[in-house]
Each structure stands twice: as structure tokens, then as C-alpha cells.
């Protein structure tokens, strides 16, 4: 039988209050800007209301982090920039719901927000006969700069990085561990200015 963790419901994206604010002055201006923000966040919250463990294809799961990144372009502006890499997903490839998502929001709340000029998110997906290898890398703000920081992630006002980021990652670790066991691996790489997490899980429910 395949494992499933137990139900519950994820949180959904923490920056949903500043895209409405965003979308509600974006109406008079660009309403079809704004219609397409509706429509992302429809689909976020319609996922975030599913069953935690619930397996879903990956060329799903690969939209909403798109639908999600464009959602924060609207508050970051150019301060966010996204370089992706992604082949194109065997067309039965399943994975687990909001795994790769929670990722892009960890990139972001810990590496492009707390820097003033922002940065670039590299997204890298490859698969081989059996496993998806997803890379994501962002950048960091040097220890030295971040201690100086106590904004509140507005526009000219980043936030400090803070210790979200390990537990956010060991929740992923868990969740991969309850869908796969040994199987999958989340992997991390910190440098002096850059932090990559590397995700290796097969593209096909673990059965045990």
C-alpha cells in the first residue's frame, strides 16, 4: 500500500494579504492583470485545501510555483527575477502536492526579500528513467550586511533572514520521508553569498 501522512490542511502562501492589496489597485488600472492574479491564487488556495499527501503530477505541481512566482513578481517587482530550467515532465510523473511551491517560498522569503536589489531564482528540473532532480538557487545577503537590516520586506525595507528557512525545510524532509522513505532525498548547499536545495524523489508513488 502506498503511505499517506496524516490529514491535515497546508497554510496558504503567506504573501496572499499583500497580492490583494496589490490586486485591489490593480483593477481601474490593468483589470486583466488583476484577473489573472484571481485566477492564480484561486488555484493556490484550491490546493492548499486538499489532503496533505495527496499525489498529484508534477506538470501540475510545476504550474502552481509558476503561478505562484508570478504572484509575488506583482509585490517584489523587479527585484525578483526567475531563470528556469525545467524539461518537460513524463506525462504520467506524479509527486507530492506543494513540495516544490513551499521551495520557491523559501527562496524567496530567505534570499531574494531580505535583499535590497533583489535577485536571481534559478529553477533547474531534469529527470531520469525513473526520478526528478529539481535544483533551486538563491542568493543570500552577507552576514556582515544582514545584521544591519530591520525592515519589514516592503520595497526598500527588506527583511532580516531568520531561522524559518531550516524549518521549513525539515517539514519538506518529513513530508518525504512519510510519501517515500529512503528514496528521496532533500539536499542543502550554503555558500558565502548563495543557497541551493536540491530534491531528488521518484516520479512514481513509493510502494511498501
Known sequence: MIRRPPRSTPKPSSAASDVYKRQASLIPVDPDKA??????LSELFRASLQRAGAFVRISEELDLCQRYLHIESLRLGE???????????????EMPLLILQPLMENAIYHGIQPLPEGGIIKVEVYFTEDTMIARITNPLMDEEAAKLINGDGSPGRPRQPNEGNHIAIDNIRQRLEIGYGESAKLVTKQGSNSFQVELRCPTVPKII
Not at 484577473?35 to 492564480?40: I, S
Not at 527585484?79 to 510523473?93: M, S, Y
Request: net charge negative; proline share 10%; charged share 35%.
Open 79 to 93: 527585484r525578483l527575477r526567475v531563470q528556469w530550467q525545467v524539461e518537460t515532465p513524463p506525462t504520467e510523473a
Open 35 to 40: 484577473e489573472q492574479v484571481v485566477e492564480d
